[in-house]
C-alpha cells in the first residue's frame, strides 16, 4: 500500500495547475454533465497511465540500479522546476474542440487523453512505474491522484476557479518534488 499512496500523492500534487486540470474546467464548463466527464477523465488516465507506468517498469529492466538512482533524483528534479511553469491548454481560446461532434464521454476521454501526452503526470507515473511495485498499485494510485484532483475541479473548478491559487499550488508542489529529489540524491 506504501506505493499506492506515494503515487497518489505525487500525482495529485503534479495535477495542480497542470494544463489537464485546466482543461478539466473547460470541459465541465462547456458540456455541463460532470459524471460524463468525469467518465471520460476516468477512463483516459487509465489507459494513460497504465501504458506509462509499464513503460516505466520495462526501462526498470534496461538500467541499472545506479543510473536508475541519477535518473530518478534528476527527474524530481526536473519535476519540480516543470511544476513552477504555467501551463495553458493547446488551442485554448479557439471555437470548437475537435472532438466536439461525439458525446461528452467520448468528447472527454480523447480530449484529455490527448492532452495527457508527454505531461508531467504522465512522466511522474512512468518513473514511478520504473521504480515502484508492484504495478498495479502504480497505476491504481496514479489514476486515483488524478481523480482526486479532477473530480472538484469538474463540480467546482469553474464557478470558483477565481479563488483558487494555484501559484502557491505550484510552488508547494515544486518544492515537494525538488525536496524528494535532492533527497534521493543525497541519500
Do not use: C
Request: hydrophobic residues 55%; glycine residues 10%.
Amino acid at each position: 500500500m506504501h506505493t499506492l499512496w506515494i503515487a497518489f500523492v505525487g500525482v495529485a500534487l503534479a495535477e495542480l495547475g497542470d494544463k489537464t486540470q485546466l482543461l478539466t474546467l473547460v470541459l465541465a464548463a462547456r458540456y455541463r454533465k460532470p459524471w460524463r466527464v468525469l467518465a471520460g477523465i476516468f477512463v483516459a488516465t487509465l489507459v494513460n497511465h497504465a501504458l506509462a507506468a509499464l513503460a516505466g517498469h520495462w526501462l526498470d529492466s534496461l538500467l541499472t540500479p545506479g543510473v536508475q538512482h541519477w535518473m530518478i533524483g534528476l527527474s524530481l528534479l526536473a519535476m519540480a522546476v516543470w511544476t513552477l511553469m504555467p501551463e495553458r491548454i493547446d488551442g485554448e481560446g479557439e471555437g470548437e474542440t475537435r472532438y466536439q461532434r461525439h458525446g461528452v464521454f467520448v468528447a472527454s476521454a480523447l480530449a484529455f487523453f490527448m492532452a495527457e501526452m508527454g505531461d508531467r503526470t504522465q512522466l511522474a507515473t512512468l518513473v514511478m512505474g520504473a521504480h515502484f511495485t508492484p504495478y498495479w498499485q502504480v497505476v491504481t494510485g496514479t489514476t486515483l491522484g488524478m481523480l482526486a484532483v479532477n473530480a472538484p475541479t469538474v463540480w467546482l473548478g469553474s464557478r470558483y476557479s477565481h479563488v483558487i491559487p494555484l501559484k502557491l499550488a505550484r510552488t508547494l508542489a515544486a518544492l515537494l518534488f525538488g525536496g524528494l529529489g535532492l533527497w534521493l540524491l543525497l541519500k
